[in-house]
C-alpha cells in the first residue's frame, strides 16, 4: 500500500510528519512521490490561524476533486481541534487524526484501508534518527517539547497541543548523535517555546551542554524563545562553542505595553529592547530574528505607532509579521475593540516595508565576511543555501559563485567562504 503525505504548518508540523512517515513505513506502507501514485492521500493540516486552516481544507477539497476514488485523511492541528466539526462538514475527508499520539497513524490509516490489504501491518516502532526527513539536505529539526504553557491570549497551541511536556536530555541527545551519523551538518532545536525547557532539573543551557558534548562540526541553531523567560545562560555555552549558533528566534510582538499586556505578556518595549541589547553586548555575531501581530484587539493608532517605534528602536535583523486571526475559544476573540481586517492589513504592510529596509541595512555587515555555508540546492553553475544567520525558510538565502570545476561540492556540505555582496536580502558568497 502507498500514500503520499502532503505536509502544511510549522517545523513542529514537519517533525510530525516525518515521525508519521517513520511509523508508516515501519509498518509495511511505503512513501508515494506523487499522489497520483498512492492508495491514501494523507494532508497534514495547520490549524494556528484562519488562513492556514483554509489552505489545509482547500487542500483536501483539491484531492478528493482530482482523485474521487482515494482515501483521504486528514492529519495534524485542524483535524486536532476541529475533528468533530469537520467530520461533519468535510465529508471529502475519509478519515481525522490528530496530534496527540502520533504512532497511532498506523491504526488510523489502516481503518482506511481495505481489509485484505490492510491485513497483517503492525505498528513497529521507529527510532527517531531514521525517521525521512523532510528538511532540504544537510539540516534536520529536533523537537524537543510538546505544547505550551504560556497561554498567549491569540494563541490557541495550548488548545490544539496541551499542556507543555520535555523530552529528557538523554533522549534528545541520542536523536542529535543518530542524526549527525546519518551527515546531518545543522540541528534546528524547536519547541513552542524551547525557552521554558525543563527535564529533570535541567533546563535549555544544560540541554545545549550535553548536545555540545558530541563530536563533530556541525551547527546547533535555537529556534523560537519566548521573550518573558529567556534563559540567558545559553549565551554562556555560545561564547564557549560556535557550533551553538548566535542566532536568536523571539517573537517580542508589540511595543505597547497595553497591548502586551491584553496578550497576556509580561514584559514591555524596554526589557525587551534590554534584552537584545544584553545578547548584541555578549556576542557581537549574534543575529535577532522576530515576529511582530498587528491588529490585535483594542490596537489603537498609538499603540500602532509604539510598535512601530521599537520595531526601528530593535532593528532585527529579520522579522516576520501576522495579522491577528481571531481563535474560537481563545480569550482575545471576545475581546472588544476588533480591529478591522483591512486596517490590520494595512499595518502589516507598513511594518514589512519597513522591515524590508532595516534589514537590508543589517546584512550590508555581513559584505567582506569569512565565514561558513551549508550548502542545499544546486542551479547549473549556482548553488542556494544558507549561512549562519539564515533559518531555514523564513530568512534570505546565500546565493553562492564562482564555484570551480573541481570543487564539486555535494547538497550538505558546509564549506568556508567569504560575502562579497548583498543582492536585495540575499547575500552573494565565494568559496
Known sequence: MLYYLDPFGCAKN????????????SAGWASASEAADADLVIVNSCGFIESAKQESINAVLGWRKLYPGKKILLA???????????????????GFFGVENISKIVDAVNSLAEPAKARGAELVEAPAAERPLLSLPGSAYVKISEGCNNHCTFCAI???????????????KNECEGLLARGIKELCVIGQD???????????????????????????????????HFPLGILDIMEKDPRVLPYFDIPFQHGSKKILSAMNRKGDAQSYLALAETI????QAAVIRT??????????????????????????DWAGCFEYSREEDTPAYSMKGQVSKKTAARRKREIEEHQTLITEKNMDRFVGQNLTALFEEQFEDIWLGRLY??????DGAAVITGIAPEMKPQAGDILPCKVIARRGLDLEVVI
Open 14 to 25: 514537519q517533525v510530525d510528519a516525518e515521525n508519521m512517515m517513520a511509523h508508516l513505513n
Open 76 to 94: 495534524g492541528c485542524l483535524a486536532q481541534r476541529y475533528a468533530k466539526e469537520l467530520s461533519e462538514a468535510l465529508p471529502e475527508a475519509d
Open 158 to 172: 495550548p488548545l490544539i497541543r496541551g499542556a507543555l511536556r520535555c523530552r529528557t536530555i538523554q533522549d534528545i
Open 194 to 228: 524551547i525557552g521554558s525547557y525543563k527535564s529533570g532539573g535541567a533546563e535549555l543551557p544544560e540541554l545545549l551542554a550535553a548536545i555540545a558534548e558530541l563530536k563533530g562540526d556541525f551547527w546547533v541553531r535555537l529556534l523560537y524563545i519566548h521573550p518573558d
Open 280 to 283: 548584541r553586548k555578549r556576542l
Open 291 to 316: 515576529t511582530f501581530l498587528a491588529g490585535f484587539p483594542g490596537e489603537t493608532e498609538d499603540d500602532f505607532a509604539m510598535l512601530l517605534d521599537f520595531q526601528e528602536k530593535l532593528h532585527a
Open 389 to 394: 544567520c539564515h533559518a531555514p525558510e523564513v
